[in-house]
């Protein structure tokens, strides 16, 4: 059984028992007391959504599930990833196994060997997937939100019973191949085509910024045909497929990034996806994975204003604490309202997408929101450390540097903002 379908047993012990997770996780703050100390009160520190009482709005399930995903995130990914960031590599195959064992993997999806959590238990496991890195997120959140949901609600039963089980296991790894090197923002003008050779398809092109490109088993790959836009189920050991690591990154440095070439690959008909047709089945994909982001980014964005707030609270200057001082105070609330907001916006989405109610422009709000408000509580928080702001001994540097490119996949700033704009005015103004 994986761990995030044992939370609520190992983390709530029948009674007598003892410990458990409420004796771990109640800090409570009904007996905080404080000192008047020049007509202020003055008590311990509090961590940021603290203050927004967030655990209340969860379940208990929903809590254990993220205290999991939390707690693996601090014994195998924090002493790790600045050393797999600076290095530019990461151990794709091994920590999938991890995270299958886990139970992240497609999560949120039924059946086939996948936990069947809800929306919000996944979204919290992607936010403490990215307090590790973004690049970790992207892994998971790729195998799960794009490649697994694409043959989950497209595929025909032989794709879901070949794939979906040792995908979920972490076994096989899993890409999605819809952008392209001069099509991002504007997919339908892909040139990567499939035509007709017989009872084949053979497929022709390229793909661009494919995170796991080069350790995956399985491409979902999106193609124009004489029928529209048509997805693919490549496996990636079909010949003349090929995929190239691109290096030389300054983000999503502890994450695998391809190119994907397309010579000839020759393919029964039975890997097209039979349940979709044109672009509405790719951006089904990429809002399964733009309602992770909404949830993700926030993860990156508590790590930075914990560390900067611990940080600040140690550093001295001028014979007393910089988080004494009042402009320091000031950045500090900002953040904290932002945080706060975001991750308020981030369960309401959740409980919309739990009720089914959930709808595209919806997504893009919090992808826009969060994700911009993330990357600007990461920078704000690399200023508070400094000089020390810039090494990888802190996690904050890295971050803001990831978030740069969670700022712009799964649609830029500016096609979440025309794509709100038209909801609002129902008006395109995309050209």
Partial sequence: MALVEEAWATRFPPPGQGGGFRALRDTGTAGRTGTIIGGSVSSAPRQPLELFAIDGLL????????????????????????DWFEAGTIPARELACEFGELGVLGMH?????????????????????????????????VQGSLAMYAIHAFGSEEHKEEWLPGMAKGELIGCFGLTEADFGSNPSGMRTAAKRDGDDWVLDGSKMWITNGTVADVAIVWAQTDDGIRGFVVPTDTPGFSAREIHK?????ASVTAELV??????????????VRGLKGPLACLNEARFGIAYGTLGAARDCLETALSYAIDREQFDKPIAGYQMTQQ???DMTLELGKGMLLAIHLGRLKDAHAITPEQVSLGKLNNARESLA????????LGGNGITLEYPVI???????????YEGTNEMHTL???????????FR
């Fill in 59 to 82: 379940s208990e399930e929903e809590r254990a599930m993220r205290d999991v995903v939390r707690d693996f995130v601090e014994r195998r990914i924090k002493p790790e990833v600045a």
């Fill in 109 to 141: 999806l039924e059946g086939y060997g996948c936990a069947g959590t809800n929306a919000v238990s996944y979204g919290l496991a992607a936010m403490e997937l990215e307090a590790g890195d973004s690049g970790i997120r992207s892994l998971v959140s």
């Fill in 249 to 253: 990154k300054l983000s999503l440095r």
């Fill in 262 to 275: 397309f010579d000839g690959v020759r393919l029964p008909n039975s890997a097209m996806l039979p349940g």
């Fill in 331 to 333: 950045k500090f609330a």
């Fill in 377 to 384: 509580i990461a920078r704000e928080c690399r200023s508070i």
């Fill in 398 to 408: 890295r971050h803001m540097n990831n978030l740069e490119s969670v700022f712009t």
């Fill in 419 to 429: 794509i709100i704009g038209q909801a609002l005015t129902g008006i395109p103004a």
